[in-house]
């Protein structure tokens, strides 16, 4: 067996131009000081260069001159004990040749990655293998491979309308362990060195499987992936990726590249129909807001389809929230988990006024439980704006005893508050 590096998952979502974008990125670079939270490092990926030279200079950026044990170490390790070390090299094998088979320029760009992480931590050693093995990592996780992650907390999404029909998306990335705050990225997608608005813009922290899991492509769709519960066959799951089935983590960035320069272009309806039929290897929800009016839906994905009994989850006229974390829509949101709940009682105290703003979803996202311990970062998120702010959070603890939850392990507490 190689020598692989040792070492799961995350979300919440709310979506608001020139003179309205700087004032709310004033009251927001107010309110993160609050809530605590920084800004992560920027990279911008020139589409127009060769796919090796995409990502030169990513990984450095990512890590902005942190050790091994303060960034992929402890990512890595953890990942390891509750996924990776139950994939033996066959499997590891069969996961690289799917990408170099299937995904031919996405596997040149992580050969860029794989080569990053050699040269600036030389003392580890990444394989190719291993990387594509975090390209699947969403299917692998979903599979009795994996351990037990009921007790993490993956994601939220907030969406909102306010009175002038402009759409509001804000999305909690909720994920372990602390230091993946510490590898998280902003990526501004571009075509042409000189450019100066991205084609699209994505965020996250597993950014070195070459896709990202939040994205915003100017006046169409802003969009983040939600984890949905499910336990599946790691053979099942194998065979699919053998056959080609595209990864979580590139769905979304695969489908922006792809209707990026359709003239006209694609119309929000037409994105939510792509993304309910996509096939998948692994469920989850996809939380989405457009640049028009009435433009916000969530799918709650399975592997063929839409699984919710009443298809599509869209905002309609009487309706101007929508709030999606890790459990379906049509049933009761988990007692032991209910942040769903905790953002929509939020919303309605807000009112309309109020919380369908970018500021007003921000603040939700950055209340307990909502916020928790395990909130990496938040993307506040505009299609009609073109817009992708991201803030690295730290974690949240709750005001009572923190004995009462379990996962006080990630608060700094003082004990008795």
């Not at 799961?8 to 309110?31: D, E, P, Q, W």
Request: with cysteine; aromatic share 12%; net charge negative.
């Amino acid at each position: 067996m190689q020598n692989l590096p040792k070492g799961a998952r995350g979300c919440s979502a709310f979506t608001h131009k020139s003179y309205n974008m700087i004032f709310m990125f004033v009251c927001l670079l107010v309110v993160h000081t609050t809530y605590g939270a920084s800004t992560p490092p920027t990279f911008t990926l020139d589409l127009s260069l060769p796919p090796p030279e995409r990502w030169r200079g990513a990984l450095a950026a990512s890590t902005f001159g942190r050790s091994w044990n303060e960034t992929f170490g402890p990512i890595f390790q953890f990942h390891n004990e509750s996924l990776y070390d139950q994939v033996d090299e066959a499997m590891f094998t069969t996961l690289g040749n799917a990408m170099r088979t299937h995904y031919p320029i996405e596997s040149l760009e992580l050969d860029t990655i794989v080569h990053e992480f050699n040269v600036l931590f030389p003392e580890q050693y990444v394989s190719f293998n291993y990387l594509a093995g975090w390209v699947y990592f969403h299917e692998l996780a979903h599979t009795d491979l994996a351990s037990n992650s009921s007790v993490w907390r993956e994601c939220t999404g907030l969406l909102a309308q306010s009175a002038d029909g402009a759409m509001h998306h804000v999305a909690n990335m909720d994920q372990s362990p602390p230091a993946v705050r510490n590898v998280t990225l902003h990526v501004r997608f571009v075509n042409g060195s000189t450019a100066r608005k991205p084609l699209f813009e994505g965020v996250d922290w597993y950014w070195f499987t070459t896709g990202t899991s939040r994205m915003v492509l100017p006046g169409v769709v802003s969009v983040q992936e939600n984890w949905r519960f499910s336990q599946l066959s790691h053979k099942a799951v194998l065979q699919d990726i053998q056959a080609g089935v595209v990864p979580q983590i590139y769905v979304f960035r695969r489908s922006l590249e792809r209707v990026v320069a359709m003239n006209p272009p694609i119309t929000f309806d037409e994105m939510v129909d792509e993304w309910s039929n996509t096939r998948l290897a692994a469920p989850f929800y996809i939380v989405m807001a457009g640049a028009k009016s009435g433009e916000g839906a969530v799918i709650a994905r399975n592997k063929t389809g839409v699984a919710a009994p009443n298809g599509v989850l869209r905002m309609d006229s009487g309706q101007w929230y929508l709030v999606q974390t890790n459990y379906d829509h049509w049933r009761k949101d988990d007692k032991n988990d209910p942040r769903r709940t905790a953002a929509e009682t939020l919303l309605e105290e807000y009112g309309a006024k109020a919380g369908s703003s970018d500021l007003g979803l921000f603040a939700v996202s950055g209340t307990f439980p909502v916020h928790n311990p395990h909130t990496a970062y938040t993307a506040v998120m505009s299609a009609r704006d073109g817009t992708l702010l991201p803030f690295v959070r730290v974690s949240m603890c709750p005001l009572y005893p923190a004995s009462t939850f379990h996962d006080s392990e990630y608060c700094v507490c003082i004990p008795g508050n």
